[in-house]
């Protein structure tokens, strides 16, 4: 703590990485204290539970790519880690590095997951001599001023509309994969919520999250943003969203690829997918159709090709509690 407030004292480019439960509103607005006093720059990890929106304090996510992680993370100096370690890359890439920090930043690892984050945060604020009730930069409440899209049914006109919509205290579990960059953006300025990303590897992990979500807070609404591919490792969920009652909506993005897997390819040098690897990373021939298979879970479900059907099942799905499912068709 002594060594992170006399980095943060010296004068270099510094920026305080954030993860876990430093990701929680009150840890974020000690940070947010410290960011406004000293300068540093606020980037996070990819955390199990972050809580955003207008009020609260937002810490830049560390971009999932690797060549755009590195170059944005290219001027620090120092680095100041608080939940976990340095960030590094998510595969080993050829040709690229493995950590993302410019090898010259000095990096200390303040404190790691297992301890009081909030109170680690707030003893580096009293070790720089910032009050508890010093002023920090809050979110700024933007959500009223988003348009409603038009226009083609895609990511960004998707986000546009669950953003303009976002219930306050509302629940995202996302497993958007490609698709949920936009929404990410957007969430700064919207009502309060909670955002449960998926943390590992793995795929799948959506719609499961959604379920433990809905059990847990049976009174918040949850939202799950469900990319279709890897929504079929544990489509089964939708029953027992059923089951339960749960208050979920599903908005699946139906683009009918493994999307991420292809981006993956590329990055390790593979631009010319053969027949093979291409029916491997497609979902065509047959379509999915996720309405039919929500319908035979018992989840009631509609299918939007349009945005304006999208914001009108949208609509529909928010207004009610329990389960519904939205089969985004993207074009």
């Not at 006399?6 to 509103?25: E, P, Q, T, W």
């Not at 590094?88 to 930043?105: E, M, N, Q, R, W």
């Not at 409603?148 to 546009?160: V, Y």
Request: some cysteine; overall charge negative; charged content about 20%.
């Amino acid at each position: 703590m002594v060594e992170a407030a006399k980095a943060l004292k010296s004068g270099k480019s510094a920026v305080l990485i954030l993860a876990g439960k430093a990701l929680r509103a009150d840890a974020l607005a000690t940070a947010g204290r410290i960011a406004a006093a000293t300068g540093a720059a606020l980037f996070s990890q990819t955390s199990d539970r972050t809580q955003r929106g207008a009020g609260r304090v937002a810490a830049r996510p560390v971009p999932y790519n690797v060549d755009l992680a590195v170059s944005t993370m290219k001027e620090f100096e120092v680095a100041i880690c608080i939940g976990g370690r340095q960030p590094v890359a998510f595969f080993a890439y050829p040709g690229k590095p493995s950590t993302i920090l410019d090898p010259a930043c000095d990096v200390i690892e303040m404190a790691g997951h297992e301890h009081d984050l909030a109170a680690s945060l707030a003893g580096l604020a009293d070790e720089l001599g910032i009050a508890p009730n010093a002023p920090f930069v809050p979110n700024r409440f933007m959500q009223h001023e988003i348009a409603d899209p038009t226009g083609a049914l895609n990511a960004e006109t998707i986000a546009l509309a669950v953003a303009r919509r976002l219930p306050e205290n509302a629940i995202i579990c996302e497993e958007s994969i490609t698709s949920g960059g936009k929404l990410a953006a957007l969430a700064p300025g919207l009502h309060p919520h909670d955002h449960i990303p998926l943390t590992g590897g793995s795929i799948g992990e959506g719609i499961p999250l959604a379920v433990g979500a809905g059990i847990a807070c049976p009174d918040r609404k949850i939202v799950a943003m469900q990319a279709d591919g890897s929504g079929m490792y544990t489509v089964q969920g939708l029953w027992t969203q059923a089951r339960e009652n749960l208050d979920v909506l599903t908005v699946v993005y139906s683009n009918r690829a493994y999307a991420i897997l292809q981006g993956e390819m590329r990055n390790v040098g593979v631009n010319d997918f053969g027949v093979n690897a291409r029916r491997m990373l497609d979902l065509d021939r047959p379509n999915l159709d996720w309405c039919k298979m929500a319908a035979g879970m018992g989840v009631e479900a509609g299918r939007a090709t349009t945005v304006e059907e999208f914001s009108r099942l949208l609509d529909a799905g928010l207004s009610r509690k329990g389960p519904f499912l939205i089969e985004a068709v993207m074009t």
